[in-house]
Each structure stands twice: as C-alpha cells, then as structure tokens.
C-alpha cells in the first residue's frame, strides 16, 4: 500500500514540476509583451489572454502536487498540537463532506465545459485576435482528475494514521531553509555569527 500512495506522490510531484516550467514561459512573455509594447510600439492584442491562460494552467495543475507535499493554506494554531490520530480524524471529515464532493464536481463539470468548447471551436472574445481557450478549459478536468487521486491517497493515509497512530511518510520535495540546520551544516554557532557582527561594526566616535 505505501508503495501505491508514494507512487501517485511521485506522479503528483512530476506534474507539479513539468507544469512549473510555465513560469519561465510567462515570464518570458510577459517581459516579450512589455519590450513590443513600449520599444518597438507593436503590442499583440492576444497577449492578455495567454498570460491568462498560462497562469490558470500553472495554478490548477500544481494543485494535486501541493496536497501531497501539504503545502495548501490550514488553520495550524491548534492543529499543530494535537495528536496525530486525531488530526487524521479531523482530515479524513473534511475530505469526504468538502474535499471529495468539490473536485468531483469541479472534473465532472469541467469535463462538459471543456467539450462544448472544442465542440464550438470556441475562441477567447476579450480582443479580435482572440486565441483559442478549449485547450485551457481542457485543463479543467484534467486537473480535477489528478487532484481528485492526490486526494484519495491523502484518505488513505488519514486511515493509516488511524490505525497505527502515526502519520505514514510522504515523498519528500523542496524543503523551506531551516537555519538551525543551516548552522550545523556550515559548523558556525550564535558566538561566530556575534563575533563577526562586533567585527564589522565599525568602532570609534561617531562625527
């Protein structure tokens, strides 16, 4: 069973990481888009609508990699103290009353949104040179299936948590600096951080 739940974090993790290349993408867009626009007097009306469409992209496809890293918003200031099981408790009732009736609703109508869009060829109206947006409402559905198995193998993991007490291990991805860490790593203490502080004040009278 971890095996499963550690194979669709993998899974989760290189969706999350393929689709986070779209930054570099809209950057360079947007950085595109700004250079035409005032050096060379040339904007392209279509330009919004893409930077629209990459950023939802971006947004909705990192969905399934932040829950399986845990990185979406909670109210920790009591969540953090109790135990685990009863935070697997507590989990497992928001998932199957919001989490697992929302996504499912968000692929289902999305997949009928994506298919009446392909189907009308539609195109985005904000400009006369509006691009074709199907492929990004494609993304809806999509991204509601992805999400929806993250949140599955969350369910489980809650179940595990239940049984055994303790939460079963994750993949594991970018970590956020840990500064006592940091210092065990480089060998420097509080005193060596004090002593080149007092160094690089400068010492005398002030003018």
């Excluded at 809209?26 to 595109?32: A, G, K, P, Q």
């Excluded at 330009?47 to 829950?67: N, P, Q, R």
């Excluded at 006369?128 to 947006?133: C, F, L, N, T, V």
């Excluded at 939460?167 to 002593?195: C, N």
């Amino acid at each position: 069973m971890q095996k499963v739940l550690l194979f669709v974090d993998r899974m989760s993790t290189w969706i999350g990481q393929a689709f986070s290349w779209l930054i570099i993408v809209l950057t360079l867009h947007v950085s595109w888009e700004v250079f035409a626009r005032y050096a060379l007097d040339a904007p392209r009306a279509w330009a919004f609508d893409v930077m629209i469409m990459l950023y939802g992209t971006l947004f909705m496809m990192a969905g399934a990699y932040t829950l399986s890293k845990g990185g979406h918003v909670r109210g920790d200031v009591l969540y953090g103290f109790f135990r685990p099981r009863t935070q697997a408790s507590i989990d497992l009732v928001l998932y199957i009353v919001f989490f697992i009736p929302g996504v499912v609703a968000l692929a289902w109508a999305g997949y009928f949104y994506a298919a009446e869009s392909w189907a009308i060829n539609e195109h985005s109206t904000i400009t006369y040179e509006g691009p074709p947006i199907y492929p990004f409402k494609t993304v809806i559905p999509v991204a509601g299936a992805v999400l929806l198995l993250q949140g599955m193998v969350e369910i489980v993991r809650c179940i595990i948590c239940l049984k055994q007490g303790q939460w079963p291990s994750r993949e594991q991805d970018v970590e956020e600096v840990d500064i006592g860490k940091l210092k065990e790593m480089v060998h420097v203490s509080d005193e060596d951080i004090q002593k080149l502080d007092e160094q690089a004040t400068p010492k005398g009278p002030r003018p």
